[in-house]
């Protein structure tokens, strides 16, 4: 009996076995927690680029300056992607965003009235802690008191919440305008310096408190992750599911009041970043998954803030604001969704 000792080969071909290993690369890429962490190597890469490329003096020196302006950017970063992506959940409207609808108008609306009322000198003798405390308590407790408000009788509905928001920016933003123009040079060049974002070397005191309250929005977020995903499906069934719809609506939109109002209140308005972060966030997760989307939403924040400060500093050594940039980009995109959503 003869016995073929002759080695065994696959009848695939080449190409087919090549289609199988692209077919098993894709299979695994569509993985979110593979996208995940390729997402965050590369932030740690443009972190460490950041920090250790281009050093004009002292290393130590330059860390310890950089590494202030990269915490601050991942603090930003955190607080409004997660808040960006929770409260399109639960407003079921992904075009919408806290800064659209009038939280950033009311920033610069406490800022002005404070120089309107006290003058340029008082607003800059005045210590940075209390007027970050003042700015985030006023900030919050009107968030507070509009949701209350929308959702305190059965007429109310979410509808009506983002009508009143776009409405209320609208006026903040007319009433900023109308006291800007009865203010001397000086006092508005003051006032102008607050109304665009500025993340290198933050406060660090601010930055601290800052970090504290959006490390506890996230922390409150955490246990919420599946009643998110519930919320998605709507509020007749999140209800027929056992979700106590009106009390996790509040909790959720006091925990995004409280990170926007920190976040803004430390470096200033950043109008469209939210909306560019949460959108890029779905496409990249692959999923609506919140426990996919959260840290995706944070990292792509910081992935466009720390990459677009390298970019701007080491390769175009541009003077301009990353905001400025942040905000052409972001109307932009915020005209693509709205085009793209009439077309459907």
Same mark, same amino acid.
């Given at each position: 009996?003869?016995?073929?000792?002759?080695?065994?080969?696959?009848?695939?071909?080449?190409?087919?076995?090549?289609?199988?290993?692209?077919? $098993?690369?894709?299979?695994?890429?569509?993985?979110?927690? *593979?996208?995940?962490?390729?997402?965050?190597?590369?932030?740690?890469?443009?972190? +460490?680029?950041? *920090?250790?490329?281009?050093?004009?003096?002292?290393?130590?020196?330059?860390?310890?300056?950089?590494?202030?302006?990269?915490?601050?950017?991942?603090?930003?970063?955190? +607080?409004?992607?997660?808040?960006?992506?929770?409260?399109?959940?639960?407003?079921?409207?992904?075009?919408?965003?806290?800064?659209?609808?009038?939280?950033?108008?009311?920033?610069?609306?406490?800022?002005?009235?404070?120089?309107?009322?006290?003058?340029?000198?008082?607003?800059?003798?005045?210590?940075?802690?209390?007027?970050?405390?003042?700015?985030?308590?006023?900030?919050?407790?009107?968030?507070?008191?509009?949701?209350?408000?929308?959702?305190?009788?059965?007429?109310?509905?979410?509808?009506?919440?983002?009508?009143?928001?776009?409405?209320?920016?609208?006026?903040?933003?007319?009433?900023?305008?109308?006291?800007?123009?009865?203010?001397?040079?000086?006092?508005?060049?003051?006032?102008?310096?607050?109304?665009?974002?500025?993340?290198?070397?933050?406060?660090? #005191?601010?930055?601290?408190?800052?970090?504290?309250?959006?490390?506890?929005?996230?922390?409150?977020?955490?246990?919420? *992750?599946?009643?998110?995903?519930?919320?998605?499906?709507?509020?007749?069934?999140?209800?027929?599911?056992?979700?106590?719809?009106? $009390?996790?609506?509040?909790?959720?939109?006091?925990?995004?009041?409280?990170?926007?109002?920190?976040?803004?209140?430390?470096?200033?308005?950043?109008?469209?970043?939210?909306?560019?972060?949460?959108?890029?966030?779905?496409?990249?997760?692959?999923?609506?998954?919140?426990?996919?989307?959260?840290? #995706?939403?944070?990292?792509?924040?910081?992935?466009?803030?720390?990459?677009?400060?390298?970019?701007?500093?080491?390769?175009?050594?541009?003077?301009?604001? *990353?905001?400025?940039?942040?905000?052409?980009?972001?109307?932009?995109?915020?005209?693509?969704?709205?085009?793209?959503?009439?077309?459907?």
């Amino acid at each position: 009996m003869r016995t073929d000792l002759a080695p065994r080969h696959s009848d695939a071909t080449p190409a087919e076995g090549g289609r199988g290993i692209r077919a $098993r690369a894709a299979s695994a890429w569509a993985r979110p927690g *593979l996208r995940l962490a390729a997402l965050a190597v590369v932030v740690v890469v443009l972190i +460490a680029l950041y *920090l250790f490329t281009a050093v004009p003096g002292s290393l130590a020196f330059a860390l310890k300056i950089r590494s202030a302006s990269v915490v601050a950017m991942v603090v930003v970063a955190v +607080a409004v992607g997660v808040s960006t992506v929770v409260f399109h959940t639960i407003t079921q409207n992904r075009i919408l965003t806290p800064s659209i609808m009038g939280f950033d108008a009311f920033y610069l609306l406490i800022s002005t009235v404070i120089v309107f009322t006290l003058g340029s000198t008082a607003f800059l003798r005045t210590d940075p802690v209390v007027l970050w405390l003042v700015q985030v308590a006023v900030m919050v407790a009107f968030s507070v008191f509009l949701f209350t408000w929308l959702f305190g009788g059965k007429r109310r509905s979410i509808h009506l919440m983002l009508l009143v928001g776009i409405v209320l920016g609208t006026f903040f933003r007319s009433f900023t305008e109308w006291m800007q123009r009865m203010l001397d040079p000086l006092d508005f060049q003051v006032l102008t310096d607050t109304a665009f974002a500025s993340l290198t070397r933050p406060d660090e #005191t601010l930055l601290l408190l800052t970090g504290i309250l959006v490390l506890l929005g996230c922390l409150a977020v955490v246990p919420l *992750l599946n009643t998110l995903d519930v919320l998605t499906l709507g509020e007749p069934a999140a209800v027929g599911l056992g979700v106590n719809h009106k $009390r996790v609506i509040m909790a959720l939109f006091a925990i995004v009041s409280v990170m926007v109002a920190a976040s803004t209140a430390l470096v200033g308005p950043i109008l469209f970043f939210g909306l560019i972060v949460a959108n890029l966030a779905y496409s990249y997760a692959g999923t609506f998954r919140h426990r996919w989307t959260l840290p #995706t939403a944070a990292l792509l924040g910081v992935l466009c803030l720390v990459g677009g400060q390298l970019l701007l500093e080491r390769v175009f050594a541009f003077g301009a604001s *990353l905001s400025i940039v942040i905000e052409f980009a972001g109307g932009l995109f915020f005209l693509y969704l709205v085009l793209r959503k009439g077309a459907r």
